[in-house]
């Protein structure tokens, strides 16, 4: 225990020298947030509570490519040689990098949050509870796909190519940045086996429609059963040494870590719970545009029984 105490801490202070993890843990979801809040919602407190899920679930999904990014930077300057050293073992060091990373990004989470609440004025933020439940077993999920990749890339260029390949679609088809009701029928299928969509879709729940943990349990399950695989691989497959390399048949093993989306999404195709949850809230979203314009448009209506200035003007 005091090897990972130590190991996270020094991790902590080495990532904050790290321009890299800084930009993806800091800049890039805070930039995120005000483009969502200020120019998609344009700042209307309703409809930034609905995007404000999406927001974090970038948040969370992003600390992979810097976490990934940062281990195969320390390896190939040989910092992890230095480590190798020390009494510290593989799944210290993984662990440590986990919780350095969930250090970071809780911060960031909690300052969106109040941004939000604050700035925006977002009268409730849901089941704070949940949130934060989500978005702890999510970071420590999706940081440990970063040590996946990690494990299973050799260079810089190769993490970052295969940070991109699976980056596009977490992002695209998860309903992170499309709304997932927009997506055609097939791709909405395609994209209910992804970890990415039901992080989204459990977030949008906890805040818009307050859901508490136990309406949740699929969603939780899953990511912390995803969780425990990435981990147990990447341990598995974890190096020190940048000369160092794995079999072609220990990456097939990376397959493995997909079983509790691929169950989930076909339990999900199957019943269409997610899918029709979105078009609920999309409706109702909707509606409550109408209504709001419906107001404004009352509001600036003249009133009929209100005196005519110019009669008034030609009677005197």
Known sequence: MTNLLTLTRMRVRLALRNKMFFFFSVVMPLGFFFLYAAVFAKGIPRAVASLLGPVLALNVMGSFWGLSATLVTFREQGILRRFHVTPATATDMLVSSILANYVLTLPTVITELLLARFVFHVPSLGNLGSVLLLVSIGTISFGSLGLVIASVTNTMQETQVLNQLLWLPLIFLSGATIPFTYLS????????????????????????DNYGPTKLLLILGSLTAWFLLTLFLSSQLFRWEPEARIARKAKLYVAA????????????????????????????????????????????????????????????
């Open 185 to 208: 029928s097939l791709v909405q299928q395609i994209a209910l086996f992804l970890p990415a969509t039901y992080l989204v879709s459990g977030l949008k729940r906890a805040i818009v």
């Open 257 to 316: 870590t997909a079983i509790p989306f691929l169950l989930l999404g076909i339990w999900e195709n199957k019943y269409g719970r997610v899918i029709a949850q979105e078009k609920v809230a999309v409706e109702r979203l909707d509606e409550a545009d109408r209504a709001e314009r419906r107001a404004r448009q009352k509001d600036q209506k003249p009133d009929a029984s209100a005196p005519n200035q110019d009669d008034s003007d030609q009677k005197r």
